[in-house]
């Protein structure tokens, strides 16, 4: 398998639909939106951004299954599956906020091999192949080289259902607050974690999250040199919907908070 070929059909297939998802965003019409469950909205430009994207990734890998947010395809792959998210960040993007993303992360029996994340307003591609560097556009990035908690910005995101741990998440975003120079929440996963890997943040964590928000942005960060952990210090992050990304320095502070505020 050439993954460097690959990944660049991918890019460019990425690039298409979020053509596709910047022009249908100069006009769409809020009336448009669905919701599939408490704070949980999808829009038509999530369905067809989806579509597009499966239709043009089975003709790179026919027998890949996939696993996507909108459930517009339903397969599983012996060897290869796609994870993908057509439109992360959708409340962004239904309210008119400009930063949204589409997320595609390729896995080969069961592990990472391509990751593709498109900021679309930005116009930035960060993308990562097996045996490969991290790149932005083209060029080499790499996490942040930030030594101490104190000095570094935090990316998050809040809950918005299943708010049993919301107390405890706020006595943890509380201590974070104090320990760092600040907390962002932007609203779109895969972009926090492609921050992560290019160093503008130096950390990013999140609870309640699916695999197709965080598959090709964890892969962006490991493979620019950071980690990525669930909140007791474990690999597990998809199965626990847990995730702790970091420069590979600030894990043990950030671990310790998370140890004393939220975990069990």
């Keep these: 398998m050439n993954y460097e070929l690959?990944?660049?059909?991918?890019?460019?297939?990425?690039?298409?639909?979020g053509n596709?998802?910047?022009?249908?965003?100069?006009?769409f019409d809020a009336a448009a939106v669905e919701i599939k469950?408490?704070?949980d909205l999808v829009s038509y430009v999530d369905k067809n951004a989806e579509k597009q994207l499966v239709r043009n990734l089975v003709k790179l890998i026919p027998d890949a299954g996939f696993i996507t947010e909108e459930e517009t395809i339903n397969s599983t792959g012996k060897v290869?599956?796609?994870?993908?998210?057509?439109?992360?960040?959708?409340?962004?993007?239904?309210h008119g906020l400009p930063t949204y993303a589409i997320s595609i992360a390729l896995y080969e029996e069961g592990q990472p091999v391509i990751g593709v994340v498109y900021e679309i307003n930005r116009g930035e591609m960060f993308s990562t192949y097996k045996?490969?560097?991290?790149?932005?556009?083209?060029?080499?990035?790499?996490?942040?080289k930030r030594t101490s908690l104190s000095e570094t910005l935090i990316a998050t995101g809040f809950p918005y259902y299943q708010f049993d741990k919301q107390e405890a998440y706020m006595q943890l975003l509380s201590e974070m607050m104090r320990?760092?120079?600040?907390?962002?929440?932007?609203g779109s996963a895969a972009t926090d974690l492609a921050y992560v890997a290019c160093g503008r943040f130096d950390g990013f964590f999140e609870y309640n999250l699916n695999s197709w928000d965080v598959a090709a942005g964890a892969y962006l960060v490991q493979q620019a040199g950071g980690n990525i952990l669930n909140f007791s210090g474990g690999d597990e992050f998809i199965q626990q919907r847990e995730i702790l990304a970091t420069n590979g320095i600030i894990d043990v502070?950030?671990?310790?908070?998370?140890?004393?505020?939220?975990?069990?």
Excluded at 6 to 17: D, E, F, G, N, Q
Excluded at 20 to 27: A, G, L, P, T, V
Excluded at 131 to 144: H, R
Excluded at 253 to 264: G, Q, R, Y
């Design 131 to 144: 045996g490969g560097a991290a790149y932005l556009n083209n060029k080499e990035i790499f996490v942040s």
């Design 253 to 264: 502070e950030m671990l310790a908070i998370m140890a004393k505020n939220f975990n069990d």
């Design 20 to 27: 596709f998802i910047r022009k249908e965003s100069m006009n």
């Design 37 to 39: 469950g408490l704070n």
């Design 80 to 94: 290869f599956n796609w994870i993908i998210d057509p439109l992360d960040g959708t409340t962004n993007f239904i």
């Design 179 to 186: 320990s760092c120079h600040g907390l962002r929440r932007i």
């Design 6 to 17: 690959l990944c660049s059909k991918v890019v460019a297939i990425a690039r298409l639909t």
